[in-house]
């Protein structure tokens, strides 16, 4: 006769749930743990990377300032030689120091041979040009009031015939070709708006940019 087996009916334990949550709080706590010391020894390295940002911008300043110098006394001699002169300014932006001339300042309209009149600027202007270090970029620039005859199809081409004429007179009083740069834009960098005969004539301009 087969004897049966005793059938254990252990009660399920409803506390085992507690051993499953206090392994996730260990585990938790060790996560905020590592994140803490993560982030203190993030803080000590940005402080340390800061410190070398602040210490190479204080290196970098000092040229800055003597550029800035530089600059000014170049300016300097820049206004006295166009003192007289109407339709030239000369600044300093982002480029280096800006030379601007009106078109009418250099040429007639529609031309691109500099005007007789204004060589007497440009001379004395070459000659502080060519005693200033950096190279040069001539851009011409016009309104956007397209061509009609004369010798140049396009707002294009007489940008850039003027930006050449005016490099070919620098070079040929003495300054290295080898500084110069330029570039025609037609009327797509226009100082102001072109809706009124007095935006469209600061439009109209050679930009004369020394870069140091």
Do not use: C
Not at 77 to 106: Q, Y
Not at 161 to 185: E, H
Not at 192 to 205: L, M, Q, V
């Amino acid at each position: 006769m087969r004897r049966r087996r005793r059938v254990s009916h252990e009660r399920p334990s409803h506390e085992r749930w507690l051993i499953s949550y206090a392994d996730f709080i260990t585990l938790m706590f060790t996560f905020f743990v590592a994140l803490y010391a993560l982030s203190s020894t993030d803080t000590k390295k940005m402080e340390k990377f800061s410190g070398s940002l602040r210490q190479a911008f204080k290196v970098i300043d000092e040229p800055i300032s003597f550029q800035e110098d530089k600059h000014k006394a170049v300016i300097e001699d820049l206004r006295k030689v166009i003192t007289d002169v109407s339709g030239v300014s000369v600044k300093t932006d982002p480029r280096g120091i800006v030379l601007t001339f009106s078109d009418t300042a250099l040429f007639a309209s529609g031309a691109a041979d500099i005007k007789q009149e204004a060589s007497g600027a440009l001379e004395k202007l070459s000659k502080t040009i060519n005693g200033t270090p950096g190279k040069i970029t001539i851009e011409g620039h016009t309104d956007n009031i397209p061509m009609s005859g004369g010798k140049y199809a396009s707002n294009w081409e007489l940008s850039t015939a003027r930006a050449a004429s005016v490099l070919s007179f620098f070079v040929g009083r003495g300054v290295d070709p080898n500084r110069f740069s330029i570039a025609g834009y037609a009327e797509y960098r226009p100082l102001t708006s072109n809706e009124t005969e007095e935006g469209r004539a600061k439009n109209r301009r050679v930009e004369m940019i020394i870069s140091q």
